[in-house]
């Protein structure tokens, strides 16, 4: 995406429980840009959402966020 579509940033959004995509997230650079508290809907139930981003320049560098 940023090299051929020379994107300035990908973003995403990922609910709360979402544990295992949140920590592949991570662990590839992603960093938390901020909470949409309430936003999803699940069985029944609202929950947060996480805003994740990855910057061009990071993802080039290898630049790892220090914590979530």
Known sequence: AFSRERLFK???TVH???VQAIAAYVAVGFRLEGILR???QLGGRRLDVLRMSLLAEEFRTGSK???L
């Open 10 to 12: 990908v973003w995403l």
């Open 16 to 18: 709360v429980q979402n």
């Open 38 to 40: 309430g936003e999803f």
């Open 65 to 67: 966020p220090r914590t």
